[in-house]
């Protein structure tokens, strides 16, 4: 069996930032794939690159946010056939070390940016910010 590069598995990071009211950090996406949901701020992994450079990276361009590694929460794969979407995803924990959370692409990738109490998240959510959302509340129950 033959696949495109578009059927090839491709590799993405996210990042869970919390302030200290316990929000989560939300972007909206302003393009496919996911257009119009409410996503955790990440982003794809370049050659050649560790995936906790790259969402440090990823963090820094959209959201001009400094943080550092807390901890992998969890991984999270998408999978459309029907798009040819294949993506595996590790979602990290962060800690701010500076900044203010702001949209560094405007009229870009990015509609806005706000923050959500993680008890009223709003209704469209990124399907790689669903597990991410899934383990903050189970360890929040534990």
């Not at 979407?85 to 509609?111: D, F, L, P, Q, T």
Request: net charge negative; proline share 5%.
């Amino acid at each position: 069996m033959t696949t495109t590069a578009s059927g090839v598995p491709r590799l993405g990071v996210g990042a869970v930032i919390l302030n200290d009211r316990q929000e989560i950090l939300l972007v909206l996406r302003n393009r496919n794939p996911e257009k119009g949901t409410w996503s955790i701020p990440g982003g794809k992994v370049d050659p050649y690159e560790r995936l906790e450079t790259s969402v440090i990276r990823e963090i820094k361009e959209e959201v001009d946010l400094d943080v550092e590694i807390k901890q992998l929460l969890c991984i999270a794969e998408t999978i459309r056939p029907e798009s040819e979407e294949h993506w595996v995803s590790a979602i990290y924990e962060v800690a701010v070390k500076g900044g203010e959370a702001r949209n560094m692409e405007e009229g870009g990738a990015i509609g806005e940016v706000r923050w959500f109490s993680l008890h009223e998240l709003p209704s469209r959510l990124a399907s790689f910010t669903v597990p991410a959302i899934d383990q903050l509340r189970k360890r929040e129950r534990s």
